[in-house]
């Protein structure tokens, strides 16, 4: 069992930035890829980054590249996720997810993935 809660969230000016948290509780936390998932009002699910569970490996969706840089922190039991230069477009409920079936390869299908944050809203105003 995996308790996930997301932190962070808010309401940001068009490039400007926040970071997220996602704090972990139960199984052996480096054993497992933890990433987040995104869903915008009227849209589906999308996966946003991942990383393994050593951390030496990530993994993102092309729309943030370069923006947004997942890290964590093994000791603490905590994901970060660092979001630059924010646009409208990023506007969402953003969810932690654990795939505690893998430790390296990180799959961008939420159907992979066992346990599921509640979410924290990030509000991009233009």
């Known amino acids: 069992q995996v308790l996930l809660v997301e932190s962070g969230g808010g309401l940001v000016q068009a490039g400007g930035s926040l970071r997220l948290s996602c704090a972990a509780s139960g199984r052996t936390f480096s054993s497992y890829v933890i990433a987040w998932f995104r869903q915008a009002p009227g849209k589906e699910r999308e996966f946003v980054a991942g990383i393994s569970g050593s951390g030496r490996s990530t993994n993102y969706a092309d729309s943030v590249k370069g923006r947004f840089t997942i890290s964590r922190d093994n000791a603490k039991k905590t994901v970060h996720l660092q979001m630059n230069s924010l646009q409208s477009e990023d506007t969402a409920l953003y969810y932690c997810?654990?795939?505690?079936?893998?430790?390296?390869?990180?799959?961008?299908?939420?159907?992979?993935?066992?346990?599921w944050g509640q979410g924290t809203q990030v509000t991009v105003s233009s």
């Open positions: 997810a654990a795939n505690v079936r893998n430790t390296v390869r990180i799959v961008p299908t939420d159907l992979e993935y066992q346990y």
